[in-house]
Every structure is written in C-alpha cells, then in structure tokens.
C-alpha cells in the first residue's frame, strides 16, 4: 500500500510526456518498503494513445503510482526483477482501484514488452 500520494511536476528538459517527482513516493509491500525518491524522472505508464478510448489512458489516478514505482524498480538496481517489478505493478494496480481486467491488461502489455525488447537484444 502506498503510504503517501504522488506530486508531480512536468519535466520537460526530459523530454515531451516526462514527469518527475516533487517529493518521494513510498510504498510498502508484503515484506518491503520501496522509496522512489524525490526528482525522479518518470513517462508514467507507457501506454500507446490508441488505447485510452478503450479505458486505458496513459495517465490515471488508478495506476500512476503504480507507473512510478514500477519505473523505479525497473531502472534503477533496486534487487527486484523486472519480472517481479512487473507482477508488482499489476497487484498496485487492482489494490489502487484499477480493477483486476485492467490490473491483468497492464500485466500482459507490461510482460509482451518485455519479452520483446529481450528477443531484440538477443538479435543484435
């Protein structure tokens, strides 16, 4: 459960769509506490814009701590495996309100990118 809400500010030296954080973003799991810290840079979810019609927008209350905590874990050497960063992501966001379609949706993008960018990397 995160025990704070999220402040961002738009960072646009960082690129068009990129956020950073205005203070540090905590989130405490079933057996650890994760601190994104504040000045992070973030895209917030990396959702195509063709999807948001659909009930998918790259930004929404529901999974944009979820986004950031997920862009934590997954850029910085946090311990946690992108494929544990992953199923994290999907479980903050059925618990913040996502819904489990949703929560699951996120997971499957989340995890067909993954292995994607990795069949990439084994091709070069």
């Known amino acids: 459960m ?3 809400s999220l402040y961002l500010k738009e960072a646009p030296w960082a690129g068009p769509k990129y956020w950073q954080t205005f203070r540090e973003l905590v989130y405490r799991g079933r057996h650890d506490t994760w601190v994104v810290p504040r000045g992070f840079v973030t895209d917030l979810a990396s959702i195509p814009a063709i999807f948001g019609p659909i009930g998918f ?3 929404h209350t529901a999974w ?3 986004a ?5 874990l997954t850029r910085k050497d946090s311990g946690v495996s992108r494929k544990d960063a992953d199923g994290l992501m999907r479980r903050v966001v059925k618990e913040s309100g996502g819904g489990a379609f949703r929560a699951w ?10 292995a994607w960018v990795y ?6």
Do not use: G
């Open 119 to 124: 069949v990439r990397k084994m091709a070069q």
């Open 64 to 66: 944009n701590r979820a």
């Open 68 to 72: 950031v905590l997920h862009d934590w």
């Open 57 to 59: 927008p790259r930004t």
């Open 2 to 4: 995160f025990l704070n």
């Open 105 to 114: 949706a996120i997971w499957i993008a989340i995890r067909s990118y993954s």
